[in-house]
Nanobody
Framework: EVQLVESGGALVQTGGSLRLSCVVS????????MSWVRQAPGKGLEWVSG???????YYVESVKGRFTISRDNAKSTLYLQMNSLKPEDTAIYYC??????????????WGKGTRVTVSS
């Protein structure tokens, strides 16, 4: 059974930092592209960052230079280091597994999310 479990969300002040983690099981982590996707209050899903299998990370423009995605294949864990947080980063952050080695091809499994709230 595929499982993705996020953690690390919290309430922080503007300018603060958080590190999100996503522990996965039930599939070969290194084989698939992985992403972080967020949903702000009252808004739709927004892809934030992702890794294609064996490739460099990708970011949405609004988080470039502030967020860093990483993965530890030995621990089957995906991370998102978030620095210089802004109120507009407030959202539920989801970890998502792609259908194959490319995040652009869509996601087929999602975690339940972890809430990040950035106070102004």
């Amino acid at each position: 059974e595929v499982q993705l479990v996020e953690s690390g969300g919290a309430l922080v002040q503007t300018g603060g930092s958080l590190r999100l983690s996503c522990v996965v099981s039930g599939f070969t982590f290194s084989t698939y592209a992985m992403s972080w996707v967020r949903q702000a209050p009252g808004k739709g899903l927004e892809w934030v960052s992702g890794f294609n299998s064996g490739d460099s990370p990708y970011y949405v423009e609004s988080v470039k230079g502030r967020f860093t995605i990483s993965r530890d294949n030995a621990k089957s864990t995906l991370y998102l280091q978030m620095n210089s947080l802004k109120p507009e980063d407030t959202a539920i952050y989801y970890c998502a597994k792609s259908n194959d080695g490319y995040y652009q091809h869509g996601m087929n499994y999602w975690g339940k999310g972890t809430r990040v709230t950035v106070s102004s």
